[in-house]
């Protein structure tokens, strides 16, 4: 599977997921280079992030990472290591992030747009 097929495929499933990019996303336009992780979090109650009244754990149970550019999108790799994802921060302040498809549908996702957790990231992954 190409990694545009696999992150179409992530954006139309279910599930708990933050996404954070470098820049908006907007698949349509695969020359632009643009870094994107993808968190997948517990699945579970969604009140408070999964946490019962703000407490709790939020953590990341895997996590994909996508480069596009230069006409393609690739995925990089793809992490479930608890060593490794426990040096990650989840951003507190994620809010609903529209991700355009390649044929310009709209997709609200819970994410951000910060080139500093996309640099963390790939310094704790390196």
Do not use: W
């Not at 139309?12 to 643009?34: F, H, I, M, Q």
């Amino acid at each position: 599977m190409d990694g545009l097929t696999e992150l179409l495929g992530l954006l139309a499933s279910k599930g708990r997921r933050v996404y954070v990019a470098e820049k908006p996303v907007d698949l349509r336009d695969l020359n632009t280079p643009n870094v994107i992780y993808i968190l997948q979090l517990p699945d579970g109650s969604t009140a408070a992030g999964g946490r019962g009244g703000g407490f709790g754990e939020r953590r990341i149970i895997r996590l994909y990472q996508f480069e596009c550019g230069a006409g393609t999108c690739t995925k990089i790799g793809e992490v479930d290591d608890d060593v490794k994802l426990d040096l990650l921060d989840l951003p507190y302040h994620a809010t609903a992030m529209p991700i355009l498809d390649a044929e310009g549908n709209e997709k609200l996702v819970s994410g951000v747009i910060d080139p500093s957790f996309v640099s963390s990231y790939r310094q704790a992954l390196a």
